[in-house]
């Protein structure tokens, strides 16, 4: 039996820790477990392969595009990224095109559905994005600390956490964020609230196994993104077992579940500070919020997704390992 060869279609760089390049990496150590042999490409130039799969549907549209039209009987899915869902397949020609020219879409949360057409959702699949760790929490005994994984761009409203912090004056709390600034005005401003509030560190971009210590050395962690498909960082909480206090969007409700009792409204900061000074003042409530996230561990159990994609290829018609 040949092995099926796999091209897997992402913007992101090689060496990039942007999400979609580690989902790229991840998707393809798993398809590499079925037997497939895949590959990362940026772009697609004519490299030779049995499946497409592209990642982001405005940065990716051409490869769909030009793969479909050199073989149009070979599959080809999109996977849909929390800027595709929730604004570019509205905006972007490109993007909602992409969705019509894939033979299968891929979502990493089930609130991501409620996005597509009745059309789009027959053909659409969803796949949780797993996390494989042995790390338990262990937050330190001295401060209260809250932690924020993320990159500093005006999706993940990355300064929403630190506007809480100083309406929480006094509080021994304090706030690490970990990601990298892609713009100097971001950097500038993170310094800037390190001066206003020695409380607030941001530490730059930090490699994935400093950042999952950060993590799972924190008492809870905040998610603030205006738009997500499906956070990593969502799974790595759950998945350590760290509490999560998260913006009220599709992205992290499908993740974390409807009922989570720690969402805020987008952009709320003083609704922030009320549930980090709740977490702080209220042991019960921040113990529930454990169970909560512990709850959703089987979604991102490694071997749920490794079986979620053989379903898929084996639909497909691929044969697979064993």
């Known amino acids: 039996m040949t092995p099926p060869k796999v091209l897997i279609v992402t913007p992101a760089s090689p060496g990039s820790r942007a999400g979609n390049r580690n ?4 998707w393809a150590r798993a398809l590499g477990q079925l037997g497939c042999r895949a590959r990362i490409l940026t772009s697609w130039q004519g490299e030779e ?3 497409l799969v592209a990642l982001h549907a405005r940065r990716s549209h051409a ?4 793969f479909r039209a050199r ?3 070979r599959p080809a899915l999109l996977a849909l990224t929390g800027t595709d869902l929730y604004r570019d397949i509205r905006e972007d020609a490109q993007a909602a095109a992409s969705l019509e020219l894939a033979s299968g879409l891929i979502v990493l949360q089930a609130e991501a559905l409620a996005e597509l057409t009745p059309a789009q959702r027959r053909k659409a699949r969803v796949i949780h994005q797993s996390v494989e760790t042995s790390l338990a929490p262990a937050p330190p005994r001295r401060v209260f600390r809250a932690c924020v994984l993320g990159h500093l761009r005006e999706e993940k409203d990355p300064f929403c956490a630190a506007r809480a912090l100083r309406l929480l004056p006094g509080e021994n709390i304090e706030l690490l964020h970990a990601g990298g600034a892609l713009s100097p005005a971001m950097a500038a401003e993170a310094r800037k609230l390190m001066r206003v509030d020695p409380r607030y560190r941001w530490l730059g971009e930090l490699p994935r196994w400093a950042a999952l210590r950060l993590l ?3 008492h809870v962690m905040v998610i603030s993104s ?3 498909g499906g956070a990593h960082v969502v799974s ?3 998945a350590i077992g760290v509490p999560v206090i998260a913006s009220d969007i599709p992205g992290n409700r499908g993740l974390l579940g409807a009922g989570y009792p720690a969402c805020y409204p987008v952009g709320d900061a003083a609704a922030l500070a009320a549930l980090l000074r709740r977490t702080l003042d209220d042991r019960r409530f921040l113990a529930g919020l454990a169970a909560a996230v512990r709850r959703r561990r089987p979604l991102v159990d490694p071997r749920r997704e490794l079986r979620a994609w053989r379903t898929l290829l084996t639909d497909l018609g691929f044969r697979l390992r064993r």
């Open 226 to 228: 205006r738009m997500e």
């Open 23 to 26: 989902t790229a990496l991840r």
């Open 49 to 51: 392969g049995d499946l």
């Open 63 to 66: 490869a769909l595009r030009d």
């Open 216 to 218: 799972a050395r924190s």
């Open 236 to 238: 790595e909480a759950i």
């Open 71 to 73: 073989h149009p009987q």
